[in-house]
């Protein structure tokens, strides 16, 4: 039996958008997804893998995260500084041999710092080495869906297997921000200074927590530079009740990473506007019920429908209700009997579970008997006429 499909626009409620106006990034590759509606915003080569310079050390903190949640370490564990992990250049928490750093020391270092050698420290610390470590990251990215991850190494230093994608990496960062509430404040600490001895490199480095925007704040979450893959960062932003998150990567220079980013929060909710299209207990369609007390049901979503609509006024909107029928009586209201499909111009297919408005009871002997004969007389006009 093919699925029956119902117009539902008039039931929805009053909407005209138009697609936002097309963002046209600097960022070499791009992904900008709305987390509270779980809604891509824009893609720009966002399957692509490419280097992702220190943008990779986010997937270090994922697995030192789960470690923490698990009770194979805790905050206040320490781990060894081997001289491999002391001689790593680039940014650093110069760290030595002597040193115990704790975790959460080292997840500072990691965050603030961009710390290489803390990175190192923690793929030691947690699997014997870096090689053992980075082969976990990799088995672990393709568990979590990052099918274009693939790691050499644990801070994100050159190497042409050191790869991940802008889709990959916005994964990544939605699991930091949505598995792990207890740790994500620690992207907003905009200074660490391990013992005194880098204050030049104590401040983190990303522009977005400088902005003082008027309606909305960012929160997080990483950057990255090589000279191979350019200016890059992991942000996520918050206003009002949306929270969004991105990646770009491929600038230019330091200013055009800070300015882009903010072009792109800006974008993001500026363009768009959040608007509940149907309410909960709403009839939008009725499906016929096959031998009930009743000859329909109504169709209702069972919880409020909000979605991001782009900015705009012009006819666009479209919805359809889409169900198996007819439906068999009995019938439970709450049971979930089809769906509604919206599509938004820019932003593709919204799919809502749809449920039985109330209760059917099954037909009593007449109700069987009219549609047995019902039936026996259709097929006889059907015999007749061929």
């Known amino acids: ?34 987390l509270t509606t779980q809604t891509v915003l824009l893609e720009k080569d966002a399957d692509v893998a490419v280097p992702p ?16 949640s698990e009770g194979r370490v805790t905050l206040d564990t320490t781990f060894a500084v081997s ?21 959460r020391e080292l997840m500072q270092g990691v965050v603030i710092n961009s710390g290489n050698d803390a990175c190192v420290v923690v793929a030691e610390g947690l699997a014997g080495s870096e090689g053992a470590f980075a082969a976990g990251m990799t088995e672990r990215a393709k568990m979590l869906g990052m099918t274009r991850s693939t790691f050499a190494n644990a801070s994100g230093w050159p190497h042409p297997d050191q790869r991940m994608s802008m889709h990959d990496l916005g994964i990544l960062a939605v699991r930091l921000i949505t598995q792990f509430p207890q740790y994500y404040p620690l992207f907003s600490e905009t200074q660490f200074n391990y013992k005194n001895r880098a204050p030049a490199n104590a401040h983190n480095r990303n522009p977005l927590l400088k902005i003082a925007a008027a309606d909305w704040h960012a929160d997080g979450l990483k950057t990255g530079h ?13 206003m009002g009740d949306r929270r969004i998150v991105f990646v770009i990567s491929g600038l230019a220079s330091e200013a055009d990473r800070a300015s882009e980013a903010e072009a792109v929060a800006n974008w993001a909710f500026r363009q768009f506007v959040m608007k509940t299209v149907a309410q909960k207990g709403t009839r939008l369609a009725e499906a016929p019920v096959w031998l009930g007390t009743e000859a329909s049901v109504g169709l209702v979503p069972a919880s409020d429908v909000a979605m991001l609509i782009p900015a705009g006024a012009a006819e666009g909107v479209k919805a359809e209700a889409v169900f198996d029928g ?4 009995p019938v439970t209201a709450g049971t979930e009997l089809g769906r ?4 938004v111009p820019g932003l593709g297919l919204r799919t809502v579970p749809l449920v039985a408005e109330t209760d059917v009871a099954e037909g009593g002997f007449l109700v069987r008997f009219t549609a047995a004969a019902g039936r026996l007389l259709a097929q006889t006009r059907q015999m007749v006429a061929g």
């Open 53 to 68: 310079a220190s943008m990779s050390k986010l997937m270090t903190l994922n697995m030192l995260f789960e470690a923490l």
């Open 326 to 329: 007819p439906v068999t009586a």
């Open 340 to 343: 509604l499909e919206i599509t």
């Open 1 to 34: 039996m093919s699925p029956l499909r119902l117009l539902a626009l008039a039931a929805l409620a009053a909407l005209t958008a138009l697609p936002a106006a097309a963002f046209d990034t600097r960022a070499r590759t791009a992904w900008v997804y709305d």
């Open 226 to 238: 090589t000279e191979e893959a350019g200016y890059g960062l992991v942000g996520s932003a918050v």
């Open 83 to 103: 001289t491999k992990a002391k001689q790593m250049g680039g940014s650093t928490m110069f760290l030595n041999e002597m040193d115990r750093p704790s975790v």
